[in-house]
C-alpha cells in the first residue's frame, strides 16, 4: 500500500549538515523519521501532519532538525544540522499512523523504508 523511499544519508564530520528526504505513496495523514542503531530499538526523531504541516520532535533533534512536508510533492524532509557523534544510525521514514497512538513509538506506525545511513564522525 504505502511505498517510502528514503535518500539523502551520508558521513559527515561533527558540526556540519544533511538533508534526507523520503518520497511517500499513497494517502498518508502523517509522515515520520525514526533511527536505529544496532542492539538498539528504533527511535522516533521526528514526524509531521500532512493536513496542517504541524511538526512533532524528539528531545534529541529539537533546535538542530526540522521535519517539513511538501504536499504537492508528497516529499517528507528531515533537515538536520549541527550533527553530533550520536546522531550516527540508521534513519527510516515511515508511514501508516494509527489515530491515537504515540507518534515518536515505532509500534504506533505500519509502513517503512529501507532505511538511509547517517554517519557522523569524530
Known amino acids: 500500500q504505502a511505498r517510502l523511499v528514503e535518500s539523502g544519508g551520508n558521513s559527515v564530520q561533527a558540526g556540519g549538515s544533511l538533508r534526507l528526504s523520503c518520497a511517500a505513496s499513497?494517502?498518508?495523514?502523517?509522515l515520520a523519521w525514526f533511527r536505529q542503531t544496532p542492539g538498539n530499538e528504533r527511535e522516533g526523531v521526528a514526524a509531521?501532519?500532512?493536513?496542517?504541516?504541524?511538526?512533532y520532535y524528539a528531545d534529541s533533534a529539537k533546535g538542530r532538525f526540522t521535519i517539513s512536508h511538501d504536499n504537492a510533492k508528497n516529499i517528507v524532509t528531515l533537515q538536520m544540522n549541527r550533527l553530533k557523534p550520536e546522531d550516527t544510525a540508521m534513519y527510516y521514514c515511515?508511514?501508516?499512523?494509527?489515530?491515537?497512538?504515540?507518534?515518536?513509538?515505532?509500534?504506533?506506525?505500519?509502513?517503512w523504508g529501507q532505511g538511509t545511513q547517517v554517519t557522523v564522525s569524530v
Open positions: 509531521i501532519s500532512t493536513a496542517d504541516g504541524s511538526p
Open positions: 499513497g494517502y498518508n495523514s502523517f
Open positions: 515511515a508511514a501508516g499512523f494509527q489515530s491515537n497512538g504515540p507518534l515518536l513509538n515505532s509500534r504506533t506506525w505500519s509502513y
